[in-house]
């Protein structure tokens, strides 16, 4: 069966990658947030992850890597800020950066 590189039954807390929250300036004024609501009720929700077969493929362990994995970045500088809506100026995609370390399963090639 397919995995994802947040696990078989994600938390979706965990691999949230968007937070984006539409001013009064842009188009579609009724879908506008106050700015003091910008994180609480914007747009945050896991939209991007990396799937493979349990099979073939296998997430690296923090511990084998000596990192986290996978890594979100929002920011540029490889780090994820929750509270923080993007796009920004240093950062200028409205999802998330998801990298992940995967190591073939013994007997695939």
Do not use: W
């Not at 349990?54 to 084998?64: A, F, K």
């Not at 979100?72 to 500088?77: A, E, F, L, M, V």
Request: charge should be neutral; include cysteine.
């Amino acid at each position: 069966g397919l995995s994802t590189c947040f696990g078989d039954d994600p938390d979706v807390n965990r691999c949230r990658t968007t937070c984006c929250a539409r001013t009064s300036l842009q188009p579609q004024l009724n879908k506008a947030i106050r700015y003091k609501d910008r994180v609480s009720l914007s747009d945050r929700n896991p939209k991007d992850l990396i799937t493979f077969k349990r099979q073939q493929l296998r997430l690296l362990s923090p511990t084998e890597v000596g990192q986290m994995n996978p890594v979100k970045d929002n920011t540029g500088q490889l780090r994820y800020e929750e509270s923080m809506n993007f796009p920004t100026f240093d950062f200028p995609s409205d999802h998330a950066i998801v990298a992940a370390l995967l190591q073939h399963v013994d007997g695939q090639s």
